[in-house]
């Protein structure tokens, strides 16, 4: 039997998280246990990338819980302009942020968040999720996660560096994602090399947030029980 493409054994692995039967972290934990085993080297790189962004404290400069949420008018991957004022008007807003349709870790987080979304629903609260890609890309990114709520376009990473989630991507990490064919250029639209931090907050009907996760780890979310009890009356 031929042996699996580096490409094909990511997507096998990618396929067996997405299955599993378990929660939005243990699917994330799957996956990156077996990019680990499977390929040693890249991991090892994630690893040094996002320890750098943790020395530096990347994202602790986010909005805090308590703090009153950034307002944003962004247009939807049919370019529908989504404001977090209309968002906030029937009940809280869940905003989150994804490094874009071509990560898994992010694929993994929004096929897990639609599977929770008529719970989310039937707590009164809206969801949106903000990429930093061209519409193209975002609808892509909705139609593999089978989502039923906005992927809005944070064209230049806007909005996240008003939020100090923007990082730079630069030297071995950067080779890396070109060598498996990561255009970031091409999905943003520039040439920048520019990612958020994945992030989510729970937002009140009040615009002040009352829940957060920012981890420069994109490997980790915000598990889907906090985001419920969040929302919490």
């Known amino acids: 039997m031929p042996s699996q493409s580096p490409t094909d054994e990511v ?10 039967d378990g929660s939005m972290q243990e699917r994330l934990e799957l996956f990156a246990d077996t990019m680990r085993r499977q390929h040693p080297d890249s991991a090892a790189i994630v690893d040094r990338f996002v320890g750098r962004l943790s020395e530096h404290d990347a994202g602790a ?29 029937s009940g809280p807003a869940i905003v989150t942020f994804h490094r874009g349709h071509w990560c898994p870790y992010c694929r993994i987080s929004m096929s897990t968040l639609a599977q929770a979304q008529p719970e989310i629903q039937r707590r009164g609260a809206r969801m949106v999720a903000i990429v ?3 519409a193209r890309y975002a609808r892509t990114m909705k139609e593999q996660s089978s989502a039923r709520f906005p992927v809005l376009l944070d064209i230049d990473n806007g909005y996240a560096m008003s939020l ?17 064919g990561r255009a970031l250029p091409e999905y943003q639209g520039n040439d920048t090399w520019m990612l958020p931090i994945p992030a989510t907050f729970v937002v009140g009907r009040d615009a002040r947030i009352t829940a957060r996760f920012v981890d420069p780890d994109y490997r980790k979310r915000m598990a889907v029980d906090h985001l419920l009890a969040a929302l919490a009356p």
Not at 11 to 20: E, G, K, T, V
Request: aromatic share 6%; proline share 8%; glycine share 6%.
């Open 132 to 134: 930093p890609e061209t």
């Open 61 to 89: 400069a986010a909005p805090q819980s308590g703090d009153a949420m950034p307002p944003f008018a962004l247009p939807d991957e049919n370019g529908q302009i989504v404001s977090l004022t209309d968002l906030l008007q």
């Open 164 to 180: 100090n989630l923007a990082v730079w991507i630069d030297g071995e990490m950067k080779d890396m994602m070109s060598a498996l």
């Open 11 to 20: 997507r096998s692995a990618f396929r067996q998280a997405a299955d599993l």
